[in-house]
């Protein structure tokens, strides 16, 4: 398995442009989130979802959109990047289930920087 | 307004010594809270914990729920170099997870 796969690990953007951060799983889980890292500020969360075709806000959900048709993929997208959006972004993913076969998996991040 | 709280921020020991992590937390719909220790990347995992007073031990690692006080501890003993990290909690909640800022813990030789 190869577990959670983020692409890019890198990207720079000017003010304005878009993107689409990638996140997939192997692992067959329902749950999958993306958060982003900034220092001092722990992981906050951004969207999630509890399976596909359903996803929610988190905490920080302005400036981006998610969707999820297919189990596996979770990708991010920012539609017009802003400075504020400069951080490190983690996509997760869990069965979803409660008790300890929730444990969430981490992918390797992104680290984004917006000019 | 939900709420993890971590401290210390920071905390520098020696190599040997014991440390002691705390989360506190207020939260809606509590359902388990969880220990992860981040390196130079990733969050990994250590433990879940969803009930109280049952010590989760891992090692020289171990951790506790209190569900009333609302409240974890992480305990460290003998730390090493290898444990230098910052340690996050975090609060699942029915449908997200929220994290505190994080402890930045430096082991010294």
């Known amino acids: 398995n190869a577990g959670v796969t983020q692409t890019p690990k890198f990207q720079v953007l000017k003010t304005g442009q878009s993107m689409t951060l990638q996140c997939a799983q192997d692992m067959n889980h329902e749950y999958m989130s993306w958060y982003r890292q900034d220092p001092g500020m722990g992981l906050r969360l951004i969207h999630y979802s509890v399976g596909a075709g359903i996803t929610d806000q988190g905490e920080v959900p302005n400036g981006y959109n998610v969707s999820r048709s297919t189990t596996e993929d979770f990708p991010l997208r920012l539609l017009s990047a802003a400075p504020s959006q400069t951080s490190v972004y983690f996509c997760?993913?869990?069965?979803?289930?409660?008790?300890?076969?929730?444990?969430?998996?981490f992918g390797p991040g992104t680290r984004l920087t917006v000019l | 307004e939900d709420k993890v709280v971590q401290s210390p921020l920071s905390l520098v020991v020696h190599e040997g010594d014991t440390v002691t992590l705390n989360c506190s937390y207020e939260v809606t719909n509590f359902r388990s809270l969880l220990w992860y220790k981040q390196e130079k990347k990733a969050p990994t995992f250590l433990f879940m914990l969803?009930?109280?007073?049952i010590e989760k031990k891992s090692g020289r690692l171990s951790s506790i729920l209190d569900k009333k006080e609302l409240f974890s501890i992480l305990n460290i003993t003998a730390t090493q170099t290898g444990d230098s990290a910052v340690y996050l909690c975090?609060?699942?909640?029915?449908?997200?997870?929220?994290f505190g800022a994080g402890t930045r813990l430096t082991v010294k030789p």
């Open positions: 969803t009930s109280s007073g």
């Open positions: 975090a609060v699942e909640r029915d449908n997200d997870m929220r």
């Open positions: 997760a993913s869990s069965t979803g289930a409660s008790g300890d076969d929730n444990e969430q998996f």
